[in-house]
Every structure is written in structure tokens, then in C-alpha cells.
């Protein structure tokens, strides 16, 4: 079975500070990975990655694939309380046309 | 619609009854997902429907569990004679199958048996 392990399940940091998420999964079949955030209801998308080493960027969120070693990473510089969410990771395997998630980070940002 | 509208958001039913849960995906959104959410968990994939294909019904735990399409745009999730462990936020989500495969979710539906 696929599987997509996110650490750590939780995170709480104060203000201002950097945090790192971490994503894993299996090789098998793989097509791409997938962040979300997820605050109260509807996860809201965030970053698709395909290739190794590039880095994707939104203002202060930044994330990278690196397919040598399967993880991806999130991080999120100068956090605000408006980061605290749930995390979501998810992955794309080719012949399956399904989102396989992991169980997500939840982020606490403390003022 | 201009989002993924799912209703009713929120449904209490008692166990043994039957719920349905409804999903309008994004106009012109070929594929339709239902994931469900319990309280704590990641999203664990339920159906997956995709134009006029066979649904990929792999994820339904149990027969009780079952999922229409109607003319390719709403779906419903059927859950019959629920029981407690049924109670979870059920999320639909679309995608317009460009090969991304980025899904826009709607807000749920959080189902409370008792």
C-alpha cells in the first residue's frame, strides 16, 4: 500500500519563528506531491512538485522535492498566527488517479 | 458555482438511519473525488469518478458505503444504516483531469451518528 508520512504531527513555535515540514513517501510509481493547508474546513492548495531540486515559492512559504531520497519539505519563514492550520501532504502515483495523503502537521503559531 | 458547494455541512442523524451527502463540483470539472476525514486523521480516499468511466470504488469500507454521479456534475454519497464509526467530515473534491490533478475541495459535510 502507498504510503505518505508527514513529521512532526505537531508543531507549536512562536511568532516570527522558521519552521520545517517534512513529507515522505514511496518510490513506487511516483508522479508528483502535492501540499495543502487546511484551516477549519476545505484544504486549500498550496504547492505541486514533479522535479527534484526545484524549489516552489509562494511570499513566504517555500517548497522543495528531492526524489533521491523521497521527501519533500515545507517552510514557512517569519510565521504569523494566520500559518496555524492543519498541513497536508500528499502524493500522485502514476496508474492511480487518487490523492494518497498523509496524516498531515498541525501548526500552532503562539503571538 | 465558482467552488466545490457541499451540503448539508453538517448532519446528526441516529444509528441504523440513512444519510445522503451532496456534491456540486466546479462547472466543467471532469473528475470528482470523495474523501473522508475523521477527527485527527489525514484524508482517506473513498470514490473516484472521472467522466463517464467506471468509478474507481476502491476506497469504500464497507457496501453500506455508495456513490452516484448524475450526468457527469453532482454526486451523492450515500451511507446506509450508519453506524457510530461513520461519523467523520466528508470531503468532495474536483479537478479538471489536465493531468495536475490539483484538487479543489469544498468544506465538507460533518457527519455526527449517535
Known amino acids: 500500500e502507498d504510503k505518505v508520512v508527514q513529521s512532526p504531527l505537531s508543531l507549536v513555535v512562536h511568532e516570527g519563528d522558521t519552521v520545517t515540514l517534512n513529507c515522505s513517501y514511496e518510490?513506487?510509481?511516483?508522479?508528483?506531491l502535492l501540499w495543502y493547508k487546511q484551516e477549519k474546513k476545505a484544504p486549500t492548495f498550496l504547492f505541486m512538485l514533479?522535479?527534484?531540486?526545484i524549489e516552489k515559492k509562494s511570499g513566504r512559504l517555500s517548497s522543495i522535492l528531492d526524489k533521491k531520497e523521497l521527501f519533500s519539505i515545507l517552510n514557512i519563514t517569519a510565521t504569523q498566527t494566520g500559518d496555524s492550520a492543519v498541513y497536508l501532504c500528499a502524493v500522485l502515483y502514476f496508474g492511480n488517479e487518487k490523492l494518497t495523503f498523509g496524516t498531515g502537521t498541525r501548526l500552532t503559531i503562539i503571538p | 458555482g465558482a467552488g466545490v458547494s457541499q451540503s448539508p455541512s453538517n448532519k446528526v442523524t441516529e444509528k441504523g438511519k440513512d444519510v445522503e451527502l451532496r456534491c456540486d463540483p466546479i462547472?466543467?470539472?471532469?473528475?470528482l473525488y470523495w474523501y473522508r476525514q475523521s477527527l485527527g486523521q489525514g484524508l482517506e480516499f473513498l470514490i473516484y469518478?472521472?467522466?463517464?468511466?467506471?468509478?474507481?470504488k476502491s476506497g469504500l469500507p464497507s457496501d453500506r458505503f455508495s456513490a452516484e454521479r448524475t450526468g457527469g456534475s453532482v454526486s451523492t454519497l450515500t451511507i446506509q444504516r450508519t453506524q457510530q464509526e461513520d461519523s467523520a467530515v466528508y470531503l468532495c473534491?474536483?479537478?479538471?483531469?489536465?493531468?495536475?490533478?490539483?484538487?479543489?475541495f469544498g468544506a465538507g459535510s460533518r457527519l455526527t451518528v449517535l
Open positions: 469518478f472521472q467522466g463517464n468511466s467506471a468509478p474507481d
Open positions: 473534491a474536483s479537478s479538471s483531469y489536465s493531468g495536475a490533478n490539483v484538487l479543489t
Open positions: 462547472s466543467g470539472h471532469t473528475a
Open positions: 518510490v513506487t510509481n511516483f508522479r508528483s
Open positions: 514533479t522535479s527534484s531540486g
